[in-house]
């Protein structure tokens, strides 16, 4: 598919997931999924994108407050 719109199978190989995967997560809402008057999903790059970033950045953000978690725990068993 040419352009910016991208099919199923096309975001899920640019995610690095299976088919299924992406369509789960569009059902429920994780994933920006846009619908054709027939009913196929499409995804627009940009907002896959942007969604990949925003993973990333969530991610890095639970492994410093894990990491502040266990520090601050560790300091208050050595006190």
Do not use: C
């Amino acid at each position: 598919m040419p352009g910016n719109w991208m099919s199923l199978g096309e975001a899920a190989e640019l995610l690095g997931v299976h088919s299924s995967t992406v369509r789960n997560w569009a059902d429920q809402g994780v994933l920006p999924v846009h619908r054709t008057q027939g009913g196929h999903r499409r995804f627009l790059r940009k907002e896959i994108e942007l969604w990949v970033e925003s993973q990333r950045m969530s991610n890095d953000e639970d492994s410093a407050s894990m990491f502040r978690n266990a520090l601050g725990y560790a300091l208050i068993h050595i006190i």
